[in-house]
T-cell receptor, first 113, second 111 residues
């Protein structure tokens, strides 16, 4: 069964460093998402991406964040200058254009020191 | 007012009992409703989706939607210890749109 994959599974970085989180959505999916979940808190929407552009972004998704689909398979989230409060689990999700169900990847646990 | 509200629990039920999980939402324009299960340290896993008023059954799971009351529920029959997890209610306003999650309800099924 096709699934969303994410790399790395864990990332530790120093405050102020740039990180890139990578996702490979399910191959025939057209909509792509990033969510994050701070430990003990709810899953929060960051950004959605469709037709090679951002379709919606949350207040969390400020100028420090960017997304890219550099080729036909990868979908990346870049955090330019990480802050302590960026420590969280980051989930990528994707869906087809037909049904509404979003399928989540296993997540990347980011720890900013 | 929170957009999606759930009782955080923990909800504890004995093995074999029915677990009832509830969720309310504030946006009347919400169109799609989902229940995800999340084990500790793992990603959300879809249990059920429901789009129209009424009940939808899938195996031991039944989702119920009442748009007039802005209420979604999930019933788990014959609960098993492996059902112990956090259950996330999520709503979507429009096609392709973001999921808005509740805080989640922690369910514990005791053998």
């Amino acid at each position: 069964e096709p699934e969303v994959t994410q790399t790395p599974s864990h990332q530790v970085t120093q405050m102020g460093q740039e990180v890139i989180l990578r996702c490979v959505p399910i191959s025939n999916h057209l909509y792509f998402y990033w969510y994050r979940q701070i430990l003990g808190q709810k899953v929060e929407f960051l950004v959605s991406f469709y037709n090679n552009e951002i379709s919606e972004k949350s207040e969390i998704f400020d100028d420090q964040f960017s997304v890219e689909r550099p080729d036909g398979s990868n979908f990346t989230l870049k955090i330019r200058s990480t802050k302590l409060e960026d420590s969280a689990m980051y989930f990528c999700a994707s869906k087809t254009g037909i049904v509404e169900t979003q399928y989540f990847g296993p997540g990347t646990r980011l720890l900013v020191l | 007012q929170k957009e999606v509200e759930q009782n955080s629990g923990p909800l504890s039920v004995p093995e074999g009992a029915i677990a009832s999980l509830n969720c309310t939402y504030s946006d009347r324009g919400s169109q799609s409703f989902f229940w995800y299960r999340q084990y500790s340290g793992k990603s959300p896993e879809l249990i059920m989706s429901i789009y129209s008023n009424g009940d939808k059954e899938d195996g031991r799971f039944t989702a119920q939607l009442n748009k007039a009351s802005q209420y979604v529920s999930l019933l788990i029959r014959d609960s098993q210890p492996s059902d112990s997890a956090t259950y996330l209610c999520a709503v979507m306003r429009n096609q392709g749109g973001k999921l808005i999650f509740g805080q989640g309800t922690e369910l514990s099924v005791k053998p």
